[in-house]
C-alpha cells in the first residue's frame, strides 16, 4: 500500500512514518518538500504518490502567532486539509487528519465527547475545527482529536520538556488549573493504524491516552517515574497568570469512549508514560 504523510518531519509525523513504513511504500512530505498553502502544488504532489492512504500530520501550532497570522493559520489547518482530502476523493484515498482539544472552550466538568459542541476561543482552534469540517470531503476520512502530545524521536512538547527539566534538576512551571488528556505518539499512530486497517466507521474519533490530569498532577507522575519525588521543582502555575495574547481552554479532559467502541483501547497516560521513559532510558522507577 502506498502511503503519504504530510508533516513527515514533526514529532507525530516521524511516528507515523516509521510505523507505516515496516510494511508499506511511504511517501514522507516535509514543509521542505511541498508548500501546504500553495494548493495546486500540494494536490499535484499527492497525485504523484498515488497513495492509498494519506496521512496529514502537518498543522500550524504558534497558538498566539496565529491570532496575528490568521491566513497563515486557516490556510494550514483548513484549506490545506480541503485540498488533501480532494485528491482522496478523486483517488480514493483513506484520510488520516489530526485536530485537538483546542476546539472546546474549556469550560466542561467532565470529559468531552464527540458529541460536545465545539465552541473555539482563538484564531489557531477556529482554523482547526474548520479544518475538521473540511477533512469529510474524502469518503473515508478519520479525524483524530489529539492533545499534551509527548515521545517519539522528535520529542519537542511539553511533557518532554517537563521531563528535561526534572532530569537536570531545574524548575518546572506547570498549570495547576488547565486538565488534559495527554497522548503518547506511539499509541496514537498504533490507535490510528487500527482504525484504518478495521475500516472502523468514518468520522470523528478522540485519540488520546486514557485518564486525565492537571499538569501540575501530571508533573508529579513524571517525578514519580524518574524517582525525584523528593527533589522535583515544580513550579504550580495559574493559567491567568501567564501572558498569552490567545484563550487557552482550561478543562481539556478528553473521553476517547467511542475509539473504544470502535475496538481500540487506548491505555492509561500513567503507562504511556511509563514506557515513554523507559524507551528513552530517563525511567527512575526501581534503581
Not at 513527515?8 to 515496516?22: E, F, K, M, N
Not at 472546546?104 to 482554523?127: I, N
Not at 502555575?237 to 479532559?253: I, L
Request: proline share 4%; with cysteine; net charge neutral.
Amino acid at each position: 500500500m502506498k502511503v503519504a504523510v504530510l508533516g513527515a518531519a514533526g514529532q507525530l509525523g516521524r511516528a507515523t512514518v516509521s510505523y507505516w513504513a515496516r510494511e508499506h511504500d511511504v511517501t514522507p512530505l516535509t514543509r521542505g518538500e511541498v508548500d501546504l498553502i500553495d494548493y495546486p502544488a500540494l494536490e499535484g504532489a499527492l497525485a504523484a504518490v498515488g497513495p492509498a492512504l494519506i496521512v496529514n500530520c502537518a498543522a500550524y501550532t504558534n497558538v498566539d502567532g496565529a491570532e496575528d497570522d490568521p491566513m497563515t493559520a486557516i490556510g494550514v489547518n483548513a484549506l490545506a486539509v480541503r485540498s488533501m482530502a480532494a485528491v482522496a476523493a478523486r483517488v480514493g484515498a483513506v484520510l488520516v487528519h489530526y485536530s485537538t482539544d483546542f476546539v472546546f472552550d474549556g469550560t466542561a466538568t467532565e470529559p468531552y465527547t464527540e458529541a460536545s459542541a465545539p465552541r473555539p476561543q482563538s484564531v489557531y482552534a477556529a482554523s482547526k475545527l474548520l479544518g475538521e469540517w473540511l477533512a469529510s470531503g474524502a469518503a473515508r476520512h478519520y479525524v483524530l482529536r489529539v492533545e499534551s502530545l509527548f515521545g517519539g524521536v522528535y520529542a519537542r512538547s511539553s511533557v518532554d520538556r517537563i521531563v528535561d527539566l526534572l532530569r537536570k534538576g531545574e524548575e518546572a512551571p506547570v498549570f495547576v488549573d488547565r486538565v488534559v488528556s495527554p497522548s503518547y505518539v506511539e499509541d496514537v499512530v498504533a490507535a490510528s493504524a487500527a482504525l484504518v486497517r478495521t475500516e472502523a466507521p468514518a468520522g470523528l474519533y478522540h485519540c488520546v491516552n486514557s485518564g486525565y490530569a492537571t499538569w501540575l498532577e501530571l508533573g508529579q507522575e513524571i517525578a514519580r517515574q524518574l524517582g525525584k519525588s523528593g527533589t522535583a521543582r515544580l513550579r504550580a502555575t495559574k493559567v491567568a497568570d501567564v501572558a498569552m495574547k490567545a484563550r487557552r481552554p482550561q478543562y481539556c479532559a478528553l473521553s476517547n469512549a467511542k475509539l473504544r467502541a470502535a475496538g481500540v483501547e487506548m491505555p492509561d497516560w500513567r503507562d504511556a508514560l511509563r514506557r515513554h521513559l523507559e524507551s528513552s532510558g530517563a525511567s527512575g522507577v526501581g534503581r
